[in-house]
């Protein structure tokens, strides 16, 4: 891999901003105020200088105090990144303005969001689930204000959980939104879950990396509740009908489905395990006990007991 010149000179324009946060980490704020990087972009574009050692894995802590992460090909901290914060596949579009309008819609509300932190109102909403996680997922990000919109009439503003969903190929195409209050609740509005307009197959929201085994759930609590009581890296599919159409990535040996007890759920195992039992991938369905509940019910009980 390439090494970057030491000698750097950076102007403003390379320097994060609340409108171009860090693309690692998704910090911009120099002075605290936010979710901290007082990092920079390099001159040729090939470099991304974070400042947060949670996001480095391997990589040294540079003389400039920053972890240099590249992305022209695989990183040492482990991982691949990419040139934005947020990419896009080429969709194909009979109206490609509208196109080119969600990507706009997507980029402008991922550019305010910051990794959940702990004491913010996603770790707060989780916790009130009994979820408890050291590490958050990638994907799983916080909005400290995000809009709400009813029939074409902004509503209010409020915190928000932000889920990336991704297709088959791993390539973010649409976010899900849970509107929350400071303290954890859900907001008080007619609809607090929310996704937008897709400009993609949606897949599922890729939680933790699989193994050879990988779980997959509807709602992104129901996964975490289900990865936190068997270990298994749960992935979302946000609906039964998500669970239907589920593509497995290669190199899952097993599909583990954490369904919900009820008729849609049982309905899309069904589906599911006609559509991809014949191609070599297992299949295994567990149900809670209880007629009705769904995974997180199932910890919360256990957490209760």
Known sequence: MPEENNAIRVSRSQRFRRDRPCPICGGYDQAGKGSRCWGFLSGDGRYVHCTRPEF??????????????????????????????????????????????????????????????????????????????NIYPRDLRTHMALGY?????????????????????????GLHRTYLTMDGRKAPVSTSKKLTSLVGFSNAVQL?????????????????????????????????????????PSGIQEIIVAADYDQAGILAVEKLIYRIGTQGTRVKTVFPDIPGEDWSDVLMGVSHG
């Open 56 to 133: 480095a894995g391997k990589l040294p802590h540079g003389k400039d105090g920053t972890f240099s992460h590249y992305l022209a090909g695989p990183c040492r901290c482990d991982e691949t990144h990419t040139k934005s914060s947020f990419q896009y596949p080429p969709i194909e579009s009979e109206v490609p303005e509208r196109t080119d309008s969600i990507k706009g819609r997507l980029e402008k509300i991922f550019a305010g969001t910051q990794p959940v932190a702990s004491g913010d109102p996603v770790d707060h909403y989780l916790l009130g689930r009994y979820i408890r996680l």
């Open 149 to 173: 919109w009813e029939d074409g009439q902004r509503a209010g503003c409020f915190p928000a959980m932000i889920a990336v969903i991704r297709d088959d190929m791993g390539r973010p195409v």
């Open 208 to 248: 933790f990396p699989p193994n050879s085994r990988l779980a997959i759930a509807e709602g992104i609590e129901t996964a975490l509740s289900f990865q936190i009581l068997s270990g298994i890296p749960t992935w979302s599919c946000l609906s039964s009908g998500g669970i239907e159409r589920f593509i497995p």
